[in-house]
């Protein structure tokens, strides 16, 4: 899936420190490799005390974009919503002044997690409150993260290869040369 760049915004949008608040955690169940590739069928659990909101003021584009998805399951869909979206002038003017994520991120992201996302089992957010953001996202949600393990070794079996990545989500994973 390729995400063209927005005529109202050419230049890439630069990194920034991630807003304060939970950093959530990645446990894998199944025989797989890091979330991102996992096996057909394998199952990814995020730990996370997220109440499934998503703050506008910070993260512009991304109710849009996931209730896309949420709507359509469909990454092709997501991509084609990303010039009316990502390209949203008033967006866009908030991530120049510093003060909020570009609004084509959420389909950065998108692009980042289809292979995972489409090849999972199950997803499931161990510690986050149910709501509409999981279910849109196709997320599984638990109550515990020993509730999520037992879940998914009902869907992958008792002998399932656990990996566990506690900083997956909280630590960068691409390194940006901004200057």
Known sequence: MAV???????EPPTASAAPPGPRPTAVS???HHPPTSSSPG?????????????????????????????????????????????????????????????????????????YGMTRAGAIM????????????????????PSDALAQARGLVGAEARIVA???YWSKPRIAFQVG
């Open 165 to 167: 990545l506690p900083t």
């Open 4 to 10: 063209a760049s927005s005529t109202s915004s050419p």
């Open 42 to 114: 394998g199952v990814v659990i995020g730990v996370t005390d997220s109440l499934g909101v998503v703050d506008a003021a910070t993260h512009p584009g991304y109710e849009e974009a996931i209730a896309e998805f949420g709507v359509a399951r469909s990454f092709e869909t997501v991509a084609k919503a990303g010039s009316r979206i990502g390209g949203e002038a008033a967006l866009v003017a908030r991530y120049r002044a510093g003060s909020a994520y570009h609004p084509w991120h959420p389909f950065w992201l998108f692009a980042e997690d289809e």
């Open 125 to 144: 957010m161990a510690g986050a409150r149910p709501g509409m953001l999981w279910q849109q996202l196709g997320c599984v949600v638990a109550a515990t």
């Open 29 to 31: 169940c199944g025989p």
